[in-house]
Structure formats: C-alpha cells, structure tokens
C-alpha cells in the first residue's frame, strides 16, 4: 500500500524557511518523478516543483530561485527546501507521485508565513 506523509510545516515570518519531508512508503520510487503541489485557502491547488528520477528538477515561475527540491532515494524521501518565504507562500503543501498508473497523495502540511 502506497503512503506518502509530510511533515515540516509550520508558521514563520516572512522571510524565514522552512524544509518540508515527504516520506514514502509501499514501493520503491527511485524510477519515479516526484512532485510537490499546494493549495491556498480558497484557490485551486497549483504545482510547486518536480525532481526526475535522474536528479533534474523543474519549478513554478513563482518559486523559481527560492525553492529547492531534492530527493534522497535511500530513505524513499523527497525534500522541499523553501527561503526567503512570502505570505502569498501561505499554503497546504502535499507531495504526490504517480506509480503503476495511480497518482498518490499525501494528506499535506500546512506553511503559513506572517507578514
């Protein structure tokens, strides 16, 4: 059985960071690209950020050059580094993957950054 579970959240002024975890478990995902997604209060949920298998990552425009995801095959774990956050940050962040034709969900952790 598939999990993800995140964890790392929390509130922080702005300009502060934080680093989310999403921890995998059910499989091994090292073959697998890895994303974090977010959805504020009242919005949609928006893409935040991937990591390929191979290391190469992509990010939002509104991210790009703040955020940081990496990924560490050995423990199943994929990281969210975020610096130099801002109130529109202000989200519940979940890590998502997609695994045999099944897009999993974690249930998310909440980042909320104070102006």
């Known amino acids: 059985q598939v999990q993800l579970v995140e964890s790392g959240g929390g509130l922080v002024q702005a300009g502060g960071s934080l680093r989310l975890s999403c921890a995998a478990s059910?499989?091994?995902?090292?073959?697998?690209?890895m994303s974090w997604y977010r959805q504020a209060p009242g919005k949609q949920r928006e893409w935040v950020a991937t990591?390929?298998?191979?290391?190469?990552?992509n990010y939002a425009d509104s991210v790009k050059g703040r955020f940081t995801i990496s990924r560490d095959n050995a423990k199943n774990t994929v990281y969210l580094q975020m610096n130099d956050l801002k109130p529109e940050d202000t989200s519940v962040y979940y890590c998502t993957v997609a695994y045999r034709g099944i897009r999993y969900w974690g249930k998310g952790t909440l980042a909320t950054v104070s102006s």
């Open positions: 059910g499989s091994d995902f090292r073959y697998n690209p």
């Open positions: 990591i390929t298998s191979g290391g190469t990552t």
